[in-house]
DNA sequence: CATAATTTTGAAAATGAATTTCAATTTCTT
DNA sequence: AAGAAATTGAAATTCATTTTCAAAATTATG
């Protein structure tokens, strides 16, 4: 499956995750939906409304953050907040869950994700007697480059 | 060493911090740093505001925020940020860092330490070349309580 | 001790991201 | 094609957080 076909995936999946909620698609949403499945990282709502305003100066920032609420909603994309309090949204192209880098110079968000660590913290969790329906876990610091 | 003792170290530590910034020690921060250093758990600004203002109705809101930043720059509290994008304090009377497990249905949040996972997160960072400064690590979920 | 210099206080205003409102428009259904 | 229902987007609202500013308190200095 290469990645073209995993987009025209996940926008069939909106397509149904829209009829099943009564909602209505449109030229916007589609325009919205697109761009968003192709963009990479971490944007917020109000960067990506800049982003899509370049081509499309008819689209509103109202209309750009509810379509990126609607896409968290149905699963395509993660909320998430990091030290800055700002919250970004994140395409979930076929991505599995994964934690964050954040270098504090340089602003970089990188991902990573190792099994170990999660497996271990089930388990605490456990032992704790507490079961985990999600986590967060961000580390703050220097990247590779930054540290030099 | 016991809690007593522990509590006047902590306030003779910030008022040498008091001092080295040139800040001057006034009667509602006295107040202040003394309630908030027998508080327990963790608690937002306006939640600590309220309550110092039942004994104190003459400490308006805006010292108690400035005070509980002012405990936060200088090491004995940490400000936190969970799910719910509310700024929360937590006194540091001596506690090492330690991570949080929050419950989705009953809010309450507790804390827990594992130095294997610590290191783990340190291992990990370092193959990656990132150098971590400090971390969050929550879990969210049902706490014991909770999910009978 | 007094007075000058500086900081603090606290009510009110400002900020800014997130969210809601509402009239006009668009989409879907029949 | 017309009615019903949802969407759009500019503007307004919300709400926690932060800043402003004049009056008061604290500390340093003569």
């Not at 990573?112 to 969790?125: G, Y």
């Given at each position: 499956m290469n990645r073209q076909e995993s987009i025209s995936d996940k926008k069939e999946h909106l397509k149904s995750f829209i009829k099943t909620k009564g909602?209505?698609?449109?030229?916007?949403?589609?325009?919205?939906?697109?761009?968003?499945?192709?963009?990479?990282?971490?944007?917020?709502?109000?960067?990506?409304?800049?982003?899509?305003?370049?081509?499309?100066?008819?689209?509103?920032f109202t209309t750009v953050y509810r379509t990126l609420k609607l896409l968290a909603e149905s699963g395509l994309a993660a909320e998430q907040v990091f030290a800055d309090n700002l919250t970004r949204y994140e395409s979930l192209l076929g991505e599995e869950h994964h934690d964050h880098l954040i270098c504090q110079k340089?602003?970089?968000?990188?991902?990573?994700?190792?099994?170990?660590?999660?497996?271990?913290?089930?388990?605490?969790?456990d032992e704790l007697g507490f079961q985990i329906l999600n986590h967060k876990m961000e580390f703050y610091g220097y990247c590779s480059n930054c540290r030099k």
């Open positions: 909602l209505k698609s449109t030229r916007q949403r589609d325009i919205i939906v697109t761009e968003f499945l192709k963009t990479e990282g971490h944007v917020t709502a109000e960067e990506f409304y800049r982003k899509i305003n370049r081509r499309h100066k008819n689209i509103g340089c602003g970089s968000i990188t991902e990573f994700k190792d099994n170990k660590l999660e497996n271990m913290q089930v388990k605490i969790a």
